[in-house]
């Protein structure tokens, strides 16, 4: 069993920078979902297994920035200039095989969220 254990959320002034940490239990492709209230779960961004490939939705590129050390098994989400809107709970969320998606669908394991919160 994957297991995913995120940290690092928080409270933060609009403009600020936050990083996000997600322990995993392997080496996978890994991505970020995050959630507001009374919206859908959406894509933010992934990694590839070794790290050489990233995606990232349009509204956070050139914000926000994913790594992952494979040493810890660890993704980061490296979040600055943040937005009231980027207020979500974010899921980190692993998938086992193949390349990086963007679909919910796509990913096989998620962790129990952490809840970000962009005060303006």
């Known amino acids: 069993q994957v297991q995913l254990v995120e940290s690092g959320g928080g409270l933060v002034q609009a403009g600020g920078s936050l990083r996000l940490s997600c322990a995993a239990s392997?080496?996978?492709?890994m991505g970020w979902f995050r959630q507001a209230p009374g919206k859908e779960r959406e894509f933010v961004a992934a990694?590839?297994?070794?790290?050489?490939?990233?995606n990232y939705a349009n509204s956070v590129k050139e914000r926000f920035t994913i790594s992952k050390d494979n040493a810890k098994i660890t993704v980061y989400l490296q979040m600055n200039n943040l937005k009231p809107e980027d207020t979500a709970v974010y899921y980190c969320?692993?998938?086992?095989?193949?390349?990086?998606?963007?679909?919910?669908?796509?990913?096989?394991?998620w962790g129990q969220g952490t809840q970000v919160t962009v005060s303006s």
């Open positions: 990694i590839s297994r070794y790290g050489g490939n990233t």
């Open positions: 392997g080496v996978y492709v």
């Open positions: 969320a692993a998938k086992r095989l193949g390349a990086i998606v963007t679909t919910r669908a796509g990913y096989d394991y």
